[in-house]
């Protein structure tokens, strides 16, 4: 192992203002990196409704300075219910642990939270900077065809990424063939308290996710082949025809959301050289587990904690991999299979369905799969003293 020095200042240009980018900005920044964030848009900006925050998230959060700020409107869930097609609640613990926080915020109030500590940090965040790609000796080139040399080069550019084509990193792509709308309506006073509530009818799912005093988070997923569950505007009347019970809520749906695919990216590598990809660039997936951001946010705390540890980057950048690719693959892979089973399975064995999903809820080991990446702890935690101290719960 190479310690790290303080003695030189290191310096990281990042493509991409979402929350991988900013996560990664605001916890180097906080090591002692100079930091630069390269946004394509004119503009900061957030899309979709609410996001669940699990332990993982969390202590990213706090090693990014943003805890308070993301959390402060959120609502603290201490249960998921989940419900099939008649209604019956067929689990309603092991997707929310003892021991394990879960938050639900708006994605708005999170991606603000981080650009701010990110500031705060350091960090500089530069917008209509659109990124054409990267280099492995830590080069990162505009579209004006400025390069820009760095320590260390992050590719947080989203699923069509950049800099992970640049760098040859990818082996695929896929389309689900699965996706959902998501959504912000106005909260009312019978609505679900400190708890989520998903119900399933064949290949639609809803969840009712309160996420701030005074909205909730409505997502509606199902398969591609699925016109009127995927049109737009909002097919309300298809949508209560299949939820009867939930007719009060979607009616609240305004109707300027959108239909959003859900994707798996695989790559041979998270790094070349100096280059790294991060969060949905190394491994984009359906948010069915509600990881994708909280994996992309907990690897970018390892990711520092690896820098931290190590002085040179590639050897740093290969034992961030190591420690926290088997979780990310592994989570990836359970949250798929939960897409297929929620989306895909056939109508008329859906009691086999419920049968099924009761009997996993029971088992501790698919409890310990289904969890694995909210209960993970990173093993790149270091107490060095140029190192903020890790967040309670993180080994050290």
Not at 27 to 45: D, K, N, P
Not at 128 to 156: F, P, R, Y
Not at 341 to 351: D, E, F, N, Q, S
Request: aromatic share 6%; with cysteine; hydrophobic share 40%.
């Amino acid at each position: 192992m190479t310690t790290s020095s303080t003695a030189t200042t290191r310096h990281a240009e990042i493509a991409g203002g979402g929350l991988a980018g900013l996560t990664a900005a605001a916890i180097l920044a906080r090591h002692g990196w100079t930091v630069r964030v390269h946004e394509r848009g004119s503009e900061l900006r957030e899309i979709g409704a609410g996001i669940f925050m699990w332990e993982n998230a969390l202590r990213a959060l706090e090693g990014a300075g943003a805890f308070e700020e993301a959390t402060e409107y959120g609502e603290w869930i201490e249960a998921w219910e989940l419900y099939d097609e008649r209604q019956r609640l067929i689990q309603g613990e092991w997707m929310n642990p003892d021991g394990v926080r879960l938050v639900t915020i708006r994605r708005t109030d999170l991606h603000r939270a981080l650009a701010n500590a990110a500031r705060r940090a350091g960090a500089e965040i530069v917008t209509s900077s659109q990124v054409k790609g990267a280099d492995s000796d830590g080069k990162l080139i505009l579209e004006s065809g400025e390069t820009l040399s760095a320590d260390l080069v992050i590719g947080a550019d989203g699923v069509n990424s950049a800099v992970r084509s640049a760098l040859g990193l990818a082996v695929s792509v896929t389309d689900l063939q699965d996706g959902c709308g998501r959504h912000l309506v106005q909260r009312r006073a019978h609505d679900p308290k400190l708890k989520t509530l998903e119900y399933w009818d064949g290949g639609r799912r809803i969840g009712i996710v309160p996420c701030a005093p005074d909205q909730v988070y409505v997502y509606l997923c199902c398969p591609a082949s699925d016109r009127a569950g995927r049109a737009k505007p909002l097919d309300v009347a298809s949508w209560s025809k299949s939820f009867p019970h939930a007719r009060d809520i979607i009616e609240r749906i305004p109707e300027d959301g959108r239909w959003a695919t859900f994707h798996d990216s695989s790559v041979r590598s998270w790094s070349v050289g100096r280059a790294a990809v991060l969060g949905d660039a190394a491994h984009s997936m359906s948010p069915n587990l509600g990881q994708g951001a909280c994996l992309a946010m907990a690897n970018a705390l390892a990711l520092g904690y690896a820098l931290e540890r190590y002085s040179d980057v590639p050897e740093a950048l290969l034992a961030w991999e190591a420690a926290e690719r088997p979780v990310t693959d592994a989570t990836q892979r359970y949250s798929r299979v939960y897409g297929r089973v929620g989306t895909r399975w056939p109508r008329r064995i859906l009691p086999l369905r419920a049968a099924l999903i009761k009997a996993a809820a029971k088992s501790k080991r698919i409890q310990a799969r289904a969890n694995l990446a909210a209960n993970h702890r990173t093993t790149l935690a270091t107490d060095e003293p140029s190192a903020p101290r890790a967040p309670a719960g993180v080994a050290e």
